[in-house]
């Protein structure tokens, strides 16, 4: 039986395919890497301060905004991250087809892994990764076989 995490994340592959396939459509008809990232920050911008028009959540921000101060260093490292992570992709997306580009992308996981082996001692709440030998092995073997997978579709691209 799968949880609602699942479904949630498959909603969110239909949708980040959505986005990567209109973004590739868009630059082979000759709008710049550059430009779809500007608009593209905007219009999540705008659609973000739609949140706010419920109720629920406009408390909440109200709510937590002393603790948000607190860890605006914090939040500030994630953003830039999360910047940083979508505008190498996209501008991957404008050199590359976009099967290769979501394929190099599914290794996201393998690194998370690794990030819970080494700091799941410091910061045990942080992962809530399973790290038994048996399931490090298993998960290994797959990232063997995504890698193997990935090279091959580079060949082709």
Not at 65 to 84: D, N, Y
Request: a positive charge; hydrophobic letters at 55%; glycine letters at 8%.
């Amino acid at each position: 039986r799968f949880n609602a995490a699942f479904w949630y994340m498959g909603a969110a592959s239909l949708l980040i395919a959505v986005d990567g396939t209109t973004a590739k459509y868009l630059f082979e008809n000759g709008i710049g890497w550059g430009t779809l990232m500007t608009w593209s920050g905007l219009l999540s911008l705008g659609f973000a301060m739609t949140l706010l028009f419920a109720n629920r959540i406009r408390k909440s921000v109200r709510h937590s905004a002393r603790e948000f101060v607190r860890v605006i260093p914090l939040f500030f490292t994630e953003e830039l991250c999360t910047f940083g992570g979508s505008a190498s992709a996209m501008f991957a997306l404008s050199l590359a087809p976009i099967t290769y580009v979501s394929a190099v992308e599914s290794f996201q996981p393998i690194v998370v892994l690794l990030a819970a082996i080494i700091f799941s001692r410091t910061f045990p709440r942080l992962f809530k990764e399973e790290l038994s030998h048996r399931v490090l092995f298993t998960k290994g073997v797959l990232f063997v076989v995504m890698a193997i997978g990935v090279f091959l579709m580079g060949e082709g691209a």
